[in-house]
C-alpha cells in the first residue's frame, strides 16, 4: 500500500515512521511526504532516513513535488497539516486571552480561530482527493479535529475519518490503574473530539470503573485522575477526557494561563523553529535525528502544562513520554480497513443514530466497528443531562465553525464564537473576531 502523510514537515512525522518500521505487516511499501514548507520537509526526510539504517528492507520514503503528485495513487492519506504554522497557533491563543477568555488550539475561542483558518484548506484538499484518489481513504490527524473531519466529509463522505490519540491514552491508563491489562478491557466513550467521558470499563464482563472512581490512591496514579482529582471524579461517575479540564476547571486553568510569561503556541514556535533551523544548518540524518530526540522529549514532558500546574503541579509519567499515541490509532486503523478485521477504536465519525439528538452527519468522537467498509459507529447508553447538553452546545459551535469557513460568513462565524461556552460575552465575540478577521479571510 501506498500512505501519503500531508505535513510532511510535521514534527511528529517520525512517530509514524517509526510505528510503520516496527509494523510485522510491513502493509506500507511506500511513504510520501508532502508539504509546503520545503526546509522542514527535508530536514524530517533526515530524519526518518536516520531511522531506516539498519534495517532490513525499510519502508521507501518520498517527497512529492506538489499536492496533487502526492495525492495520486495514494491508497491512505494521513492529514496532519498545520496552517498559519505556530505562528497561526499563537495569534489564536493571543487574541482570545487579551479579551480574558481561555486562548488554546483546539478549545474554546482559540479552536475557533484555528478552524475557520483551516477548513478551506482542508476543503481543497478533500477536493483534490476525491478528483484524484478516489478510492483512498482519509485518516485526519488535523485539528480541531471534529470539526475539521466534520468540513471533509462534506466532500468525502465517510472516507475520511478523524482520530485523537486522547481518548486511547485514556482508556489505556484507567485499565492500568484498575489492574487490567490494556488489550483486553472493553469501554464505553461517547463525545466530541477533545470533549468526551469514558463510561465504562469491562475486564470479561465485569464492570471496572464503579471501584476505579471510588478508589482514591487508584485514581492519583494517572493523568487524568490527578488533572480532575479523586473527589470531583468520583462526583461525576466518569473519567473526561483530558480535555474536559478546561471546561470543569476554567477559571484555574485560565489564571495558570495569563500569569505565565509564554503560551504553548509560542513555547512550540521556539522550540521547533529553533529544532528546525539548526538541523537543516549541522545537515545529515544523524545530527538531524539526534535533535529530533532531544525536543521530542521536551515537547512531551511540558504537554497540557497549565492545565497540570492548575491542579496542583506534577509531572507526567514515563508512560506518556515515549511518544507515540496518533501513530498508534492511524496504523490500527489503516490495517483494520485494509485487513478487514472488524477492530474497535475510537474515532471521529459521522453519527448516524449514536446520539438520536444530533444531526446524523454530525462528527461524534466514540467506539466504532472498523472493516473494509470504514468505521461504523457502535450503540452506546444514553448521554446523561450533563453531557448531552455539553456536547450539544460545543456541537452547534463546530458546525457554524463549518458553516462560517465554508462560506465566509461572519454571522456564523460570530454564532460560533459567542455561543462557545468558554466565551462568555457577545460583545467579546465580536472583538475577538475583529481582532482575527484577517487571519481567516472572513468578510462582513
Known sequence: MRLTILGGGGFRVPLVYRALLDDPARSVSEVTLYDTDARRVAVIADVLARLAQGRPDPVAVRVARDLDDAVTGADFLFSAIRVGGTAGRIHDERIPLAEGVLGQETVGAGGVLYGLRTIPVALGIAERVAALAPHAWVINFT???GMVTEAMSQVLGDRVIGICDSPVGLVRRAARAAGADPGRVGYDYIGLNHLGWLRSLT?????????????????????????????W???????????????????????SVRDTPETRGEFLDQQQGGFFERAAAAGGPQAAYEMWERT???REETYMAHSREASGGWQRDSHDLEGGGYDRVALALMHAIAGDRGSRLILNVRNGSTVPQLAPDAIVETVCEVTSKGARPLPCAPLREDQLGLMLQVKAVERATVEAATFKDRGAALRALALHPLVDSPAVAARILERAAGGWGGEG
Open 143 to 145: 485539528n480541531p479535529a
Open 203 to 231: 475486564l470479561d464482563g465485569t464492570e471496572l470503573l464503579p471501584g476505579l472512581l471510588e478508589d482514591a490512591a487508584a485514581l492519583g496514579s494517572f493523568e487524568e485522575g490527578r488533572l480532575f482529582g479523586a473527589d
Open 233 to 255: 471524579l468520583h462526583t461525576l461517575g466518569a473519567l473526561p477526557n483530558e480535555y474536559l479540564h478546561y471546561y470543569y476547571f476554567r477559571r484555574e486553568t485560565l489564571a
Open 296 to 298: 521530542r522529549l521536551e
